[in-house]
T-cell receptor
Framework: EAQVTQNPRYLITVTGKKLTVTCSQN?????MSWYRQDPGLGLRQIYY???????DKGDVPEGYKVSRKEKRNFPLILESPSPNQTSLYFC?????????????FGEGSRLTVL | AQSVTQPDIHITVSEGASLELRCNYSYGATPYLFWYVQSPGQGLQLLLK??????LVQGIKGFEAEFKRSQSSFNLRKPSVHWSDAAEYFCAVGARADNDMRFGAGTRLTVKP
């Protein structure tokens, strides 16, 4: 089954404790992206990657890092989480660059930073 | 800069009633327009998209949307709502060659029995 898998789905952590949210897709997609969803703001892009070893900032990259060492994986790293990073995070993938293709989303990772 | 406005934060309709969710966009070039649905605890699923051609597009689950360039709108409609349609709906706009699309804030739909 074609899917985007995120882990963990739920996480409560404390300020400053590094964490990684994993994202994996099995569709051989070139493009992957991370979003955060906050009430009243919709989805905002954090980082995206057009292919292996190619990443770039989205609209809200501060406090986040990503890597793309393999095509299928695109982890989101919070080196020193803060309470304002409490949010619902979505990973998404698409076959290629550009909006003609469908964006496939993971089920989301709800992060709480105390 | 491209942006999307969904004027209604929350809509409640009775099961079997018709539905229209509003979406207005601001974009300098020809927009690519999308509607996504997010069921509770799930990721976003594409309902339909408009790139060009016929301004009335059909999607999955019986939804349709109409692109009106003069009004900068892309409203989502369904003739008869089912209880399973309760979810949050997001409108999005992007350009053909963009890496990203802009999402609206979402409209939460509640369906009354």
């Amino acid at each position: 089954e074609a899917q985007v898998t995120q882990n963990p789905r739920y996480l409560i952590t404390v300020t400053g404790k590094k964490l990684t949210v994993t994202c994996s897709q099995n569709m051989n997609h070139e493009y992957m992206s991370w979003y955060r969803q906050d009430p009243g703001l919709g989805l905002r892009q954090i980082y995206y990657s057009m292919n292996v070893e190619v990443t770039d900032k989205g609209d809200v990259p501060e406090g986040y890092k990503v890597s793309r060492k393999e095509k299928r994986n695109f982890p989101l790293i919070l080196e020193s989480p803060s309470p304002n990073q409490t949010s619902l995070y979505f990973c998404a993938s698409r076959l290629g660059y550009g909006n003609t293709g469908e964006l496939f989303f993971g089920e989301g990772s709800r992060l709480t930073v105390l | 800069a491209q942006s999307v406005t969904q004027p209604d934060i929350h809509i409640t309709v009775s099961e079997g009633a018709s539905l229209e969710l509003r979406c207005n966009y601001s974009y300098g070039a020809t927009p690519y327009l999308f509607w996504y649905v997010q069921s509770p605890g799930q990721g976003l699923q594409l309902l339909l998209k408009y790139f060009s051609g016929d301004t009335l597009v059909q999607g999955i689950k019986g939804f349709e949307a109409e692109f009106k360039r003069s009004q900068s709108s892309f409203n989502l409609r369904k003739p008869s709502v089912h209880w399973s349609d309760a979810a949050e709906y997001f409108c999005a706009v992007g350009a053909r060659a963009d890496n990203d699309m802009r999402f609206g804030a979402g409209t939460r739909l509640t369906v009354k029995p």
